[in-house]
């Protein structure tokens, strides 16, 4: 029986193969990511779940004649030990999905004002940038504590990024990541597209993912 060879472009984020109007192989890679903004929007928007939900507890139990005793902690409380669960569904439904397309001679990606494309034939990188808001929040933070306002708070925008595609030396910046993980997952991803386009392209060295791809083709060759 034959093993079965996973393809190191499965899982997240999706990638898929296609081909190009020249013919030639191609990727499309959608990742899907949530902004630092975002993120404290799921968490507002999870509070105001758990209370509206509290809420409706509440007036179930003031209209039910003689409801028992474990009744009034598990509808008024359950909402609020459920928070960590309505926050990731919020999360979920935030999250936002980024087109990018990759071929040998073009690097595009769409966003909110329509497609950008680049040349990927002049000298590029691709690249996880600290948000630009990191230094101010922590510089907050580092205030609050000399001031002796110290509380537990959140990094948001410490731990989130902006994947750039640097051209020429200069940053664009394709889709802005909440996490560190989630963002160097997909940068990981981008970065083997790429240097498989390189490889097809006879641009440089590259990783053979199957056994006919170690063997470049001869002139004269069909």
């Not at 902004?35 to 039910?64: C, D, H, M, Y």
């Not at 999905?97 to 690097?107: K, L, P, Q, S, V």
């Not at 940053?171 to 940068?187: C, E, H, M, S």
């Amino acid at each position: 029986m034959s093993k079965k060879i996973i393809s190191p472009f499965h899982g997240k984020p999706t990638t898929e193969l296609f081909t190009d109007k020249s013919g030639n192989t191609a990727f499309r890679i959608t990742p899907l990511a949530i902004t630092p903004q975002r993120v404290k929007f799921a968490e507002f928007l999870a509070a105001i779940s758990a209370l509206g939900l509290s809420w409706g507890g509440f007036q179930i139990l003031s209209n039910t004649p003689h409801p028992t005793d474990w009744l009034w902690p598990a509808l008024l409380l359950g909402p609020w030990l459920s928070y960590p669960i309505l926050n990731w569904f919020w999360r979920c439904i935030l999250q936002t999905e980024t087109r990018i397309e990759m071929t040998t001679d073009e690097f595009k990606f769409r966003s909110w004002s329509g497609w950008k494309s680049y040349d990927r034939k002049l000298p590029h990188k691709l690249s996880l940038i600290p948000h630009d808001k990191a230094q101010e929040e922590k510089d907050e933070y580092d205030l609050a504590t000399r001031t002796g306002q110290q509380t537990i708070r959140k990094r948001y925008y410490g731990d989130s990024y902006h994947l750039s595609y640097d051209y020429l030396g200069q940053r664009n910046d394709v889709l802005t990541v909440f996490g560190y993980k989630d963002a160097l997952a997909i940068l990981a991803r981008l970065k083997a597209c790429d240097e498989r386009l390189d490889q097809l392209a006879n641009m440089g060295d590259g990783i053979a993912l199957a056994p006919k791809d170690q063997w470049t083709k001869e002139p004269g060759e069909i």
